[in-house]
């Protein structure tokens, strides 16, 4: 059996593609077949969130385990049939951590195979892919993109504008006299003639 699974990127403008992954391939075939189908750059980390009807993130399931002990589950563990249990079954993926490329998947149907066809493979397209990740659509925590990296920076740092926000820039030497550095120094260089 073939899984077909839409996989719509999160953008302002409407773009999708239909990825069909066999029943016996894991989720890491299924990234392989986003990767390929929206042509995303690089080797970036990534992710699977299983998610409820809301597109609300439940549990990850990482490209690479990055547990302290190193048994986590992984893409290549979880099976489509693990992943979509059932028709309208859906998953989020993430793939990128700075420029992050955000996407709902969605199990459309599950259809026989086909033969002498390579799955994963992507079997409809609709809209254009930008060259950079686009900005979200969600909606925003404390009018920051709840999907940036940069809210953990205010986390691990606390608020870095008012715990160092200057109230004068006033120069503290200005009684300094700059003149006194230039003594004895010389810019002019004299050419040695060779005849």
């Not at 392989?32 to 597109?55: M, Q, R, T």
């Not at 459309?108 to 609709?126: C, G, H, M, Q």
């Amino acid at each position: 059996m073939v899984y077909k699974i839409r996989v719509i990127l999160d953008a302002k403008d409407t773009i999708f593609r239909d990825i069909e992954v066999k029943e016996k391939q894991t989720l890491w075939n299924l990234h392989l077949g986003i990767k390929s189908a929206f042509s995303l750059p690089g080797e970036e980390l990534s992710s699977f969130y299983f998610s409820d009807d809301e597109w609300n993130e439940g549990r990850p399931i990482p490209l690479e385990d990055l547990s302290d002990d190193g048994d986590g589950e992984i893409m290549s563990d979880i099976y489509l049939p693990e992943g979509f249990p059932a028709v309208g079954e859906k998953m989020r993926f993430q793939y990128g951590f700075i420029d992050l490329w955000d996407f709902y998947c969605e199990l459309l149907e599950i259809i026989d195979e086909k033969p002498a066809v390579n799955y994963p493979i992507t079997v409809y397209r609709f809209g254009n892919v930008p060259l950079k990740a686009p900005s979200k659509t969600g909606s925003s925590v404390n009018g920051k993109n709840k999907n940036s990296a940069l809210p953990f920076m205010d986390d691990d740092f606390g608020d870095f504008e008012s715990e160092f926000k200057a109230t004068s820039f006033e120069d503290e030497d200005d009684d300094f006299n700059d003149d006194e550095e230039e003594d004895g120094y010389n810019d002019v260089f004299e050419e040695d003639d060779e005849d």
